[in-house]
């Protein structure tokens, strides 16, 4: 990419293998795909026989032991190659929730077969069509019967379900007006949908602006084995709030690796570009707004690096977090608005891939958690404001 990285990046190397494997699938494999609403299969397959889905998972079970500064450094190189990180980036951080609040049973019993890939835990069913952002006021049930829960309900936006073995699931155990404390009554399951499918379990894709394998799922009675409760039962809010944090860093990251293929392609078009004799990239009007995003990336990179660097260290980093999520979504969404620009009529043309990665980078305006929520977080956590909700 372009001039300004001087110091020495300790993840060289995994960029390399990274950006070397993502040259195998270039724009044509994710354009054939996007036209088709198709799962990147051979994509996946590929990043987990590497290792690379595993890198947050320990030594002890199996996977590299990595920190979340190369986690990201990965899924951000996913991304500055022009592919997508949203077919599989959950198999990194999901298992985070049994990793911290599972037991040494489940640990053993479902780690090592995660980090290998025999096993893909890559749904998380959280998001319900009558709650959205409000996740207490979720509906889905789980009743207690003997050695079983049995589950009824619905989850929206449960991306990857047709295609994970596994699924995390937060369900409501304690009604809401019984519960002690306003976090509490809700669980956390690990579901196998292996089982399930076609009987209790309904799985229903919907198709999206862009190529996302999302669903909604109908729980009929689906029994769940007591022993796939993850925790204490009712604590399953925090166990979920807990695990968000890494995915905002490993979003954010993806939304930087996506700025700078923006900034990348746009560079390259308005020095190629000639038009009145001389190329489009010498006209200020087009030049400045390259650089502005490249200034508005640079700074929200920073504040990615410093979130995974203090998760890293540990202790509360619910700001950074959420800061790092909200500004590398926004530079990313300025710098697709710009190469559209750049490129002018060909911005719109699908051989550029730059209308599918705009609207690609359109999502994480909303989602993992949408920009509102992220100002209200910081508004009432950081400067004191009244609570808005
Ligand atoms: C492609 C895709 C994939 C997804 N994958 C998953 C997944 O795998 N698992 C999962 O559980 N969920 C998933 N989601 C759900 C995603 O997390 C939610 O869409 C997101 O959190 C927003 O919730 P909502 O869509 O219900 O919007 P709503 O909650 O209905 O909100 C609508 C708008 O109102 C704003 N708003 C709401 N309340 C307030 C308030 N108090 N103050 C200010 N503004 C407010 C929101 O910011 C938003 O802009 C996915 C969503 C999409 C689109």
């Known amino acids: 990419m372009t001039k300004g990285h001087a110091e020495p990046d300790p993840f060289a190397d995994i960029r390399d293998g990274v950006?070397?494997?993502c040259a195998k699938f270039p724009g044509d494999y994710w354009r054939s795909l996007d036209r088709e609403r198709a799962y990147p299969t051979a994509f996946v397959a590929a990043l987990t026989e590497a290792g690379y889905l595993a890198a947050l998972i320990p030594e002890e079970f199996g996977g590299s032991?990595?920190?979340?500064?190369?986690?990201?450094a990965i899924l951000e190189e996913v991304h500055a190659s022009g592919g997508?990180?949203?077919?599989?980036?959950?198999?990194?951080?999901?298992?985070?929730?049994?990793?911290?609040?599972?037991?040494?049973?489940?640990?053993?019993?479902?780690?090592p077969k995660i980090a290998s890939g025999e096993l893909r835990l890559q749904a998380f069913g959280v998001t319900e069509p009558t709650s959205g952002t409000d996740t207490l006021a979720l509906r889905t049930v789980a009743r207690r019967e003997g050695d079983h829960y049995v589950i009824n309900g619905q989850k929206i936006w449960t991306s990857r379900a047709e295609h994970s073995d596994l699924m995390l699931l937060l369900a409501r155990t304690t009604p809401r007006e019984q519960a002690q404390k306003r976090t509490d009554g809700l669980s956390v399951f690990l579901v196998d949908m292996r089982l399930a499918q076609g009987t209790s379990m309904t799985i229903t894709p919907?198709?999206?602006?862009?190529?996302?394998?999302?669903t909604q799922i109908f729980f009929d009675d689906l029994r769940v084995?007591?022993?796939?409760?993850?925790?204490?039962?009712?604590?399953?809010?925090?166990?979920?709030?807990?695990g968000m944090n890494a995915e905002r860093i490993l979003i954010a990251a993806e939304c930087i690796g996506d700025a700078k293929w923006f900034i990348d392609k746009a560079t390259r078009y308005a020095k190629e570009r000639e038009l009145f004799g001389r190329p489009i990239g010498q006209n200020q009007g087009v030049q400045f707004p390259i650089a502005r995003c490249y200034a508005q990336m640079r700074a929200a990179e920073l504040m990615v690096r410093e979130a995974a660097r203090k998760y890293e260290a540990g202790g509360d980093i619910g700001a950074e977090a959420n800061m790092a999520k909200l500004l590398a979504g926004d530079a990313s969404w300025a710098a697709a608005d710009m190469c559209v620009q750049t490129h002018g009529g060909f911005g719109f043309a699908e051989e550029y891939d730059v209308e599918r990665k705009f609207r690609e980078a359109r999502l994480y305006q909303v989602a993992p958690i949408s920009t509102n929520m992220i100002l209200s977080y910081l508004a009432e956590h950081v400067l004191g404001l009244p609570r808005s909700y």
């Open 225 to 242: 084995p007591a022993e796939n409760l993850i925790g204490e039962e009712g604590k399953g809010f925090r166990y979920i709030l807990s």
């Open 19 to 21: 950006r070397a494997l």
């Open 206 to 214: 919907i198709r999206t602006m862009m190529n996302h394998a999302t």
């Open 65 to 72: 032991g990595l920190t979340i500064s190369a986690a990201a």
């Open 84 to 111: 997508n990180g949203a077919a599989c980036h959950a198999q990194m951080y999901i298992m985070g929730t049994i990793l911290r609040h599972g037991s040494d049973a489940q640990k053993q019993r479902y780690l």
